[in-house]
């Protein structure tokens, strides 16, 4: 593969995370006004939230599959456009059950989206023998940030759903499909697990584990900050409503930063020292929220848990395709599954240990599960796994 043409592929993955960062961050923060203009029960709520990362993790699964007869970028290139028109059939409905079907093929797609944009992500940066994947979610921060903004304006001017997401997928949409043109992947590196052609790749479970905990452990930690820092900041440390608004923003910003030169700590000082790093970095956040006596001790608790938890996601995918360099696409599409997990498990945890103890011994939760990522840190710097037929049967039933 020419300079040129890796160069091409990394900026259309970059775009293609950027998209997704303004569009799930424009479902995400008017799920207030979505609630609203489906008339949908508080109770109900949970349910609907929670459909979403369920299907996300069967689609993320069925991809490994898909991604043996077709390369992930055709995945990404026909995923990508169905996620964006579900964001809009989402602010176009008008009945419950609309809805319903909307955020099922948001959460279907996106599942799609998310596997397949890291199966090439680490192909890229396996191509490129160097760190590239923090960049790439730096992309989807910023797009985060964007997405976010965005939806600030359509409250502020009280917007349609619609009408605050027409504009973007009008302009993103083509982006996205004319710069799916340059997707580009590397060629699985030697060494790893022997792939029969046509067949689907064996990755152990057990040896996967490790990783599968980590990011589980990380996405526990994001989503505490996502959907309790605004309640915590004006609740427990009792900072004003506006001020309660800034935390997750400052998350994002700091999140955006630390990626954008993770790459080079990973280079200078390897992965392994990074997700350390980072690890213990996230867990000084929370336990400064924790213990924060008032609102700006809360902020900076929650600035270094951006700077901290920033790493571990996008080092885990990597080191995914390192251990198994010969089934990167199967390793990836199980890892993902594990984003959701967390994502589902973090936030009624936090809540429910909020609610019967208090919100500030919650917090040590998500700090206790970050810290746990330093027994797991030298998976990160694992060798590529290496299996003999005979070696391969003797352990089938660990292949997940």
Not at 281 to 288: E, I, K, N, T, Y
Not at 333 to 349: I, T
Request: aromatic residues 10%; charged residues 10%; contains cysteine.
């Amino acid at each position: 593969m020419t300079d040129a043409r890796l160069r091409y592929g990394r900026a259309s993955l970059a775009l293609s995370f950027l998209v997704q960062g303004v569009t799930f961050a424009l479902l995400v923060t008017r799920i207030p006004a979505i609630q609203d203009r489906y008339g949908i029960s508080d109770g109900l709520l949970p349910v609907f939230l929670a459909a979403v990362p369920v299907l996300a993790g069967v689609a993320s699964v069925v991809t490994e599959k898909v991604v043996a007869r077709v390369r992930p970028g055709a995945v990404l290139r026909w995923a990508q456009p169905v996620v964006m028109l579900a964001l809009l059939a989402v602010g176009a409905g008008s009945e419950v059950w609309q809805a319903a079907l909307a955020l099922g093929v948001f959460g279907l797609a996106v599942g799609a989206l998310d596997a397949s944009m890291n199966m090439m992500g680490v192909s890229l940066q396996r191509a490129y023998g160097r760190s590239i994947m923090l960049g790439f979610h730096a992309a989807y921060s910023l797009g985060g940030i964007a997405g976010a903004s965005m939806a600030w304006a359509g409250a502020h001017w009280d917007l349609s759903l619609l009408v605050s997401y027409l504009p973007a997928v009008v302009v993103l949409l083509p982006a996205a499909l004319v710069g799916s043109r340059w997707y580009a992947e590397g060629k699985s590196g030697g060494g790893g697990l022997a792939v029969e052609p046509g067949k689907g790749a064996s990755v152990p479970f057990r040896m996967l584990l490790p990783l599968c905990l980590v990011m589980a452990f990380a996405y526990i930690g994001d989503s505490t900050v996502s959907n309790w820092s605004a309640k915590y900041l004006q609740d427990v440390l009792g900072g004003s409503e506006q001020l309660a608004t800034v935390p997750y923003n400052v998350y994002m910003v700091t999140t955006l930063l630390g990626r954008a030169v993770g790459d080079l700590g990973v280079r200078r000082f390897g992965a392994v020292a990074v997700v350390r790093g980072g690890s213990v970095l996230a867990a000084v956040g929370f336990g400064v929220v924790a213990m924060a006596p008032g609102a700006w001790w809360g902020m900076l608790g929650f600035t270094l848990l951006g700077l901290g938890l920033c790493v571990i996601v996008p080092q885990t995918f990597a080191a995914a395709g390192r251990m198994f360099p010969g089934a990167s696409d199967a390793a990836v599409a199980r890892l993902n599954v594990f984003n959701y997990v967390g994502f589902l498990v973090g936030s009624p945890l936090v809540g429910a240990l909020g609610d019967a103890w208090s919100y500030r011994g919650a917090m040590l939760v998500p700090m206790v599960l970050v810290l746990a990522t330093l027994v797991y840190a030298r998976s990160f710097g694992a060798e590529p796994a290496r299996y003999g037929v005979g070696h391969e049967r003797a352990r089938a039933a660990d292949v997940g």
